[in-house]
């Protein structure tokens, strides 16, 4: 009876393990640095896809916005007060994709004394806009392995992506401030809380929540409130939104301290706001009209019957 239980297990895994296809693929290197670009040049950036699989596979290429992470982890953490987070997925052409993946012939090590099967040299332009800002650029390149054979698939995948970076000449400036924080209108039982953000620097960037702390008597910290994620352009005045709930707040007036983080720095503002009474709207009333005979139709039927005479004669 054990034997059989066994045996059963062992085929059913074996069923199991037949059925799904791996695939592990991965790029060479995995940062690649194009240098500096002028606007309005164009760049050919090469790179390698590598797997350690020996099956033909196919690898469908896209591209995504840089991600901000990347400067946390290597030796380009200072340019980050140099980067600028404009769109540049435009600017990418592939020249083939997908991109066909063969065993090669001699099988390479990598570092880790892992066997590369397969290796792939693959070539994409970057045209750079003329009106490109200054400061370093950078997207990722996604891998997703596709089966050269109909009807198959990969359902284990193990993808390492590409990261370019390059620099187009220029002062890159990555600053912003808070104009003005200021109450604004009631919704349901929160006060909007208006904040004018603007970029004063040279680059595109992204804002984090802004927090604003909100203080009552003594200096107290009654409340603290985010507002949403925005992205700026270089001196683009962003109106930026926070709901306080003040359901149980008095009416008057209220010192508060916003401050928005933009990565590579921050900027603070202090103000005054004020919660008060809300105005009551007039009741609704059904507006009548006078009632205008419209002689202008007495007109039309004159110059009708004096039409009708006249042709009877």
Not at 11 to 26: C, E, K, P
Not at 48 to 77: A, C, H, M, P, W
Not at 82 to 108: M, Q, R
Not at 157 to 180: D, S
Request: hydrophobic share 40%; glycine share 6%.
């Amino acid at each position: 009876m054990i034997n059989r239980k066994c045996l059963s297990i062992v085929f059913f895994f074996t069923l199991f393990i037949a059925g799904v296809h791996a695939q592990s693929v991965g790029v060479s290197p995995p940062i690649l640095d194009l240098g500096e670009i002028k606007p309005g040049e164009s760049k050919i950036a090469t790179f390698y896809i590598v797997t350690i699989s020996e099956e033909v596979s196919l690898v469908q290429l896209t591209k995504v916005k840089g991600n901000l992470d990347f400067f946390n982890k290597n030796e380009y953490r200072d340019k980050l007060f140099n980067y600028s987070e404009e769109n540049i997925l435009s600017w990418i052409e592939f020249i083939n994709n997908p991109v066909e993946v063969k065993k090669t012939d001699d099988s390479l090590k990598t570092k880790t004394g892992t066997r590369i099967r397969g290796a792939k040299e693959v070539n994409f332009i970057v045209h750079i806009s003329k009106n490109a800002e200054p400061g370093y650029h950078m997207a990722i390149i996604n891998l997703n392995p596709l089966s050269a054979e109909p009807g198959k698939m990969f359902t284990i995948k193990a993808i390492a992506p590409l990261t370019f970076i390059f620099k187009v000449p220029g002062k890159a400036i990555r600053e912003g401030r808070i104009l003005e924080v200021s109450s604004g209108s009631y919704y349901n039982n929160g006060l909007i809380l208006d904040i004018f953000f603007q970029n004063t620097g040279t680059v595109s960037m992204s804002a984090l929540p802004a927090e604003i702390k909100i203080f009552g008597k003594n200096s107290s910290l009654i409340g603290i409130v985010n507002s949403p994620y925005v992205y700026t352009k270089p001196g683009e005045l962003k109106h930026i939104s926070a709901l306080w709930d003040v359901k149980n707040v008095e009416y008057g007036k209220y010192n508060v301290n916003a401050t928005i983080n933009y990565f590579s720095g921050h900027t603070s503002k202090e103000s005054t706001i004020e919660v008060y009474e809300r105005p009551e709207l007039p009741p609704a009333r059904v507006v009548e009209k006078e009632f205008i005979f419209p002689w202008w139709v007495f007109v039309i039927l004159i110059v009708i019957i004096l039409a009708y005479i006249y042709y009877k004669r």
